[in-house]
T-cell receptor
């Protein structure tokens, strides 16, 4: 069951930062925050994940509040190719068979306009 | 990240028939999963494909309808049995993989199989 709340849609101008919020007020201590995106008709693409510290990679930054009840995915310079549905998911962390299951909610449709 | 391929990429089938979807990974993985995405909907987890034992199904999915095989650590199949138009969906294979040293695996998805049942 999805344990996150996301706005159904957002838009952003090309070249600007896209900030996608996610609420996960019931997150447990052993649950990580994961972000995926799905460009139309393709398989979901992993973006980033974190536990409590902010994370950054070549695609995005993840900002997690100190109480871990919400987070924000930041695409620093959005392009038209970033138009997609973005999913925020919480799951129990682990390796191999101890890894929790990934359950998808409705996500946020991000539209980047020229 | 793992490279995942699925066959077929798409198919059109008649109701009452069955289709087997193959998932191949380029490296050994511990966990493999099958998802379904109905038109206009989000992804729904069907089952976890376990190597050497029966798959673990999510609520609402049963082995008779979606038999799964996992003969080794790089391959799995999902069969959609006795199909009806309601089975028209994208079926996606997913595998767990290591992501750096941050104490938890992540998960990667294949390109999907688009199934249309007439």
């Amino acid at each position: 069951d999805a344990k996150t709340t996301q706005p159904p849609s957002m838009d952003c101008a090309e070249g600007r930062a896209a900030n996608l919020p996610c609420n996960h007020s019931t997150i447990s201590g052993n649950e990580y925050v994961y972000w995926y995106r799905q460009i139309h008709s393709q398989g979901p693409q992993y973006i980033i994940h974190g536990l409590k510290n902010n994370e950054t990679n070549e695609m995005a930054s993840l900002i997690i509040t100190e109480d871990r009840k919400s987070s924000t995915l930041i695409l620093p310079h959005a392009t038209l190719r970033d138009t997609a549905v973005y999913y925020c998911i919480v799951r129990v962390g682990g390796r191999g068979s101890t890894l929790g299951r990934l359950y998808f909610g409705r996500g946020t449709q991000l539209t980047v306009w020229p | 990240s793992a490279v995942i391929s699925q066959k077929p990429s798409r198919d059109i089938c008649q109701r009452g028939t069955s289709l087997t979807i193959q998932c191949q990974v380029d490296s050994q993985v511990t966990m493999m999963f099958w998802y379904r995405q109905q038109p206009g909907q989000s992804l729904t987890l069907i089952a976890t494909a376990n190597q050497g034992s029966e798959a673990t199904y999510e609520s609402g999915f049963v082995i008779d309808k979606f038999p799964i095989s996992r003969p080794n650590l790089t391959f799995s199949t999902l069969t959609v049995s006795n199909m009806s138009p309601e089975d028209s969906s994208i079926y996606l294979c997913s595998v767990s993989g290591t992501s750096g040293s941050r104490g938890t695996d992540t998960q990667y998805f294949g390109p999907g199989t688009r199934l249309t049942v007439l």
